[in-house]
């Protein structure tokens, strides 16, 4: 008989023990917990995701939220009741007569953001470094621009409230297992391998044969659609959806998480997630109560000064933690 | 197995090669060798697909390829897919990854998973070095370690011709040496080689044939031996008086 390598165990068991937490979470914590729950859910979704445009492939991009935007206003018109949306948008007629359960819209969302993301990765990706960092963040103004206008699809600034409460923790624990798995089948394929390549050296990776500019454009393109999903399950979280929602300081926090994790580590993206939304939700009560706003952002930003000065690299680096890899020597 | 026909490149607007002509047989060491900012580096780039010449042929006929083909307009993932592999300037080592990694990843465009282990297990009889320290990343090894590591992982494609820029760069003398004496047994075990280098010396002792470069023309050819006695590449390559 084959035996199971200890790695394997050990996914399993992670896999395991997130859902009995789930399970047990469900049953115990009340709503405003569940919804903390949820949120770090998502942000290790959103943080997991970049980490494969950003931290395999290396590029720095600032329009996650865009991305998470388009997934996020896809999903809510596409399940919005038929009833409201006779009442508050001003849809073309196949669409006004549509409401789609949760999964086909939020595969919809992520789709639409990847399609995207193909679309203005080909001229932005020709661009490197900070240049990109400022096409994305473009891009991401763009985004907020055309939704706060399009006002007869997404009622402009206003957003769109009284969204359907489909998002629960099981939806957002499903979709943080599934692009976990993406992204480690991907990190240890050869298709990663040469997305790391890129990041290190885009002349050497060439010269052995990666399609440079073409995994450039998959791997935005990757992250894209959970970014999408993600934002989809965030719209049906909160069940409203803003423009303001996706703004900036949301690109910032989730590049830091990145950046403290460690570029190109899932584990990293992963635990700084959990850490960083966890401490912006559990300050938010304490400063209401201080009148001090603000704190949980500058204990973020403390820990990034700090992360940088003394692990320039991030938690992790690029590796993973010895025992969830596979031993191939 | 290479035929370059009077090619011309442009870098930005600089004219960097102006027509340049040369060949390699199969089988063949050929070093090319010039001051710095002759085009050497440019002529191996052109090969390998990085970069395009604006006029010019390059032909190219490997087992890969059916007969003789024009490379000069075949971007470069498709050259490195048809047996020329070409191992940078500076080594670009992805120094992040694992020593086994960057090996791995020079084979990225095979399928052959047992051709693929065969190939591993030869690189790491050419360098113990690199074997023994497979899991250690590749920024951590010594210069000429990431060299070694550079022309394994340039191996590591099975490559027919195989395109060195530089191999000696910031090497000491023993590390070179060595290096070099690998060199010639990858020829042995049937890589035509093109080696670029500012150690002209070196170069003209391994190899068969050398071109000397200058300013983007070929201004010398021959055979190496006959060019090592030859009294303007003394005076300008090999500090002779």
């Known amino acids: ?329 | 197995m290479l035929k370059i026909d009077d090619i011309h490149v442009y870098r930005g607007r600089t004219h960097v090669l102006k027509g340049v002509s040369l060949h390699v047989q199969q089988g063949e060491i050929v070093s090319l060798i010039g001051g710095n900012g002759a085009g050497k580096t440019t002529i191996l780039r052109t090969i390998s697909g990085l970069l395009r010449p604006s006029r010019g042929k390059i032909f190219l006929k490997t087992s890969k390829t059916s007969g003789e083909t024009d490379i000069s307009r075949v971007p470069a993932e498709t050259i490195t897919g048809l047996g020329v592999t070409h191992c940078p300037e500076g080594r670009g080592i992805f120094s992040q990854l694992s020593v086994k990694e960057n090996l791995m990843i020079g084979a990225y465009l095979r399928k052959d998973k047992e051709g693929i282990a065969d190939d591993y297990a030869r690189v790491c009889a050419l360098f113990p070095i690199l074997g023994s320290r497979s899991r250690q990343t590749g920024g951590s090894l010594s210069g000429g370690e990431q060299e070694m590591l550079a022309v394994g992982r340039a191996l590591m494609s099975r490559p027919e011709l195989l395109t060195l820029d530089e191999p000696s760069l910031g090497l000491g003398p023993i590390i070179v040496d060595n290096l070099f004496s690998v060199l010639a047994e990858i020829n042995r075990q049937g890589v035509t080689l093109l080696l670029v280098e500012q150690n002209a010396i070196k170069a003209l002792k391994l190899s068969h044939r050398t071109y000397v470069l200058e300013t983007g023309r070929m201004a010398l050819s021959g055979l190496s031996a006959a060019l090592i006695d030859n009294e303007k590449v003394k005076k300008a390559y090999l500090g002779g008086t």
């Open chain 1, 1 to 329: 008989m084959k035996r199971i390598p200890l790695h394997q165990i050990w996914y399993f068991v992670f896999v395991l023990s997130g859902a009995v937490f789930v399970f047990i979470a469900r049953s115990t914590f009340n709503e405003y917990i569940l919804s903390i729950i949820n949120f770090v859910g998502i942000y290790i979704i959103l943080a997991v995701s970049l980490n494969i445009t950003n931290g395999f492939t290396g590029l720095f991009s600032l329009g996650h939220p865009g991305f998470m935007a388009i997934g996020g206003y896809m999903t809510s018109v596409l399940t919005f009741p038929v009833a409201k949306k006779a009442m508050f948008l001003e849809l073309p007629g196949w669409l006004s007569h549509l409401a789609l359960p949760f999964l086909p819209a939020l595969l919809i969302g992520g789709v639409c953001a990847s399609l995207t993301a193909f679309v203005i990765g080909v001229p932005v990706l020709r661009l490197r470094g900070h240049y990109l960092a400022v096409a994305t963040l473009g891009f991401l103004i763009i985004v907020q621009v055309l939704i706060t206008n399009w006002e007869s699809v997404t009622r402009g600034p206003l957003g769109m409230n009284g969204l359907p409460a489909l998002t629960h923790l099981w939806w957002v624990y499903a979709w943080v297992v599934i692009t976990l798995y993406v992204s480690w089948k991907i990190k240890f394929s050869s298709y990663g391998r040469s997305m790391l390549a890129i990041r290190e050296d885009p002349l050497a990776a060439q010269c052995v044969g990666t399609r440079l500019f073409r995994t450039r454009v998959v791997s935005l393109a990757l992250g894209a659609f959970f970014a999408g999903i993600a934002g989809g399950l965030w719209a049906h979280l909160v069940t409203a959806i803003t423009p303001a929602s996706f703004s900036l300081v949301l690109a910032f926090h989730i590049v830091v998480m990145v950046v403290v994790g460690g570029s190109g580590s899932i584990s990293g993206a992963f635990v700084a997630a959990v850490l960083f939304s966890t401490i912006t939700e559990l300050f938010r009560p304490l400063e209401e109560s201080l009148d001090a706003y603000g704190i949980g952002e500058i204990l973020m930003a403390l820990i990034l000064i700090l992360i940088l000065i003394y692990r320039p690299t991030g938690i992790f680096g690029t590796r993973e933690p010895g025992f969830l890899t596979a031993k191939s020597t």
